[in-house]
């Protein structure tokens, strides 16, 4: 079974131009995640879908980020426009979610320098 | 407060030596437990999660929950070099997975 892919792996950009992310998830998955990874932290939520649904999109700043998953499977992550602070992993992360916190599997990320 | 506390490390263990790894939560309302490993440079994957209260084996890993005391843990024993990694706990909260910032483990020969 093919785990969650991610791309592109690395992105550089210069601060105020626009970038985007794309994640498809294990076949089935009806959510997923879009987190974002500072060095020496955890992941902190973005935005979770159910289906394509965003269910949670409180910690997205919705001035500059946006996301969609059309068709509950592939799911696109946009900053517009990046600034210095955007540097970071972004991960996406899916689950089969039957409402207990069933567990979530990792993309191998996006790595984002703003210049 | 953050809402997943562990400690930063860097937890040294001699190679063969158990690692304990420890994690407190905020929210008493939350209902599972996932212990991740992430490698420099790649994304976390899970390692094993927990429900109830009591302990969890599997293989080398043993996950630990009291929630009670709002505590899980981790033990690895026969710690080997390639368990060197950060391990990030993470809190699942009525549709919210909040996770550690991680600690890492160094392995020494």
């Known amino acids: 079974e093919a785990g969650v892919v991610q791309s592109p792996r690395y992105k550089i950009i210069e601060k105020k131009q626009p970038v985007a992310f794309w994640c498809n998830p294990i076949?089935?998955?009806?959510?997923l995640y879009w987190y974002l990874q500072n060095l020496g932290q955890g992941p902190e939520l973005l935005i979770r879908?159910?289906?394509?649904?965003?269910?949670?999109d409180s910690q997205l700043p919705k001035d500059r980020f946006s996301a969609e998953r059309l068709k509950g499977v592939d799911s696109t992550l946009k900053i517009q426009p990046a600034e210095l602070g955007d540097s970071a992993v972004y991960l996406c992360?899916?689950?089969?979610?039957?409402?207990?916190?069933?567990?979530?599997?990792f993309g191998p990320g996006t790595r984002l320098t703003v210049l | 407060q953050k809402e997943v506390e562990q400690n930063s490390g860097p937890l040294s263990v001699p190679e063969g030596a158990i690692a304990s790894l420890n994690c407190t939560y905020s929210?008493?309302?939350?209902?599972?437990f996932f212990w991740y490993r992430q490698y420099s440079g790649k994304s976390p994957e899970l390692i094993m999660f927990?429900?109830?209260?009591g302990d969890k084996e599997d293989g080398r890993f043993t996950a630990q929950l009291n929630k009670a005391s709002q505590y899980v843990s981790l033990l690895i024993r026969d710690s080997q070099p390639s368990d060197s990694a950060t391990y990030l706990c993470?809190?699942?909260?009525?549709?919210?997975?909040?996770f550690g910032a991680g600690t890492q483990v160094v392995v020494t020969p």
């Open positions: 879908y159910e289906n394509e649904e965003a269910v949670d």
């Open positions: 076949s089935g998955h009806n959510t």
């Open positions: 992360a899916s689950s089969l979610d039957r409402g207990g916190g069933d567990e979530q599997f």
């Open positions: 929210d008493r309302g939350s209902q599972s």
């Open positions: 927990i429900y109830s209260n």
């Open positions: 993470a809190v699942y909260s009525w549709g919210k997975f909040q």
